[in-house]
C-alpha cells in the first residue's frame, strides 16, 4: 500500500515534513491581534432570570394576603414578572460589558 490515495485527494505533508519558517518569514506573515474579553449574553440573561425569579416569589410570598384564595396565582404572576424583568436587566448589563469590551 502507497501513503496516497488512489480514491481521494493526496495527504497533507505533517509538520515534521515543513521546514520551520525563519524569523522574518513569521513577522512578515503575521497579523496583529488584540484580546477582547467579550461577556457571554446566555450567562447574564440567565443570572438575571434566576434573580428575578426570586425576587418575584419573594416579593409574593412577603405581599400575599393571608385567606387569599387566589395567593398562590399572585405569587406565581410577581415570580414571571420579575423573571422577565430580571433577563432584560441582565441582557442590559451584558450589552454595556460588551460595548466596554470595544475600547
Same mark, same amino acid.
Given at each position: 500500500?502507497?501513503?496516497?490515495?488512489?480514491?481521494?485527494?493526496?495527504?497533507?505533508?505533517?509538520?515534521?515534513?515543513?521546514?520551520?519558517?525563519?524569523?522574518?518569514?513569521?513577522?512578515?506573515?503575521?497579523?496583529?491581534?488584540?484580546?477582547?474579553?467579550?461577556?457571554?449574553? $446566555?450567562?447574564?440573561?440567565?443570572? &438575571?432570570?434566576?434573580?428575578? =425569579?426570586? +425576587? #418575584?416569589?419573594?416579593?409574593? /410570598?412577603?405581599? !400575599? $394576603?393571608?385567606?387569599?384564595?387566589? &395567593?398562590?396565582?399572585?405569587? =406565581?404572576? +410577581? #415570580?414571571?414578572?420579575?423573571? /422577565?424583568?430580571? !433577563?432584560?436587566?441582565?441582557?442590559?448589563?451584558?450589552?454595556?460589558?460588551?460595548?466596554?469590551?470595544?475600547?
Amino acid at each position: 500500500m502507497s501513503s496516497t490515495h488512489e480514491d481521494g485527494p493526496p495527504e497533507e505533508p505533517t509538520t515534521a515534513d515543513q521546514p520551520t519558517p525563519s524569523e522574518s518569514e513569521l513577522a512578515s506573515l503575521a497579523t496583529p491581534a488584540t484580546l477582547r474579553r467579550a461577556p457571554r449574553f $446566555g450567562r447574564f440573561i440567565g443570572v &438575571g432570570v434566576a434573580l428575578g =425569579l426570586l +425576587a #418575584g416569589l419573594v416579593t409574593g /410570598f412577603l405581599n !400575599a $394576603g393571608g385567606d387569599d384564595p387566589n &395567593g398562590g396565582i399572585a405569587r =406565581l404572576m +410577581a #415570580g414571571i414578572g420579575l423573571t /422577565f424583568v430580571g !433577563a432584560l436587566v441582565g441582557a442590559l448589563i451584558a450589552v454595556i460589558a460588551d460595548a466596554r469590551s470595544h475600547r
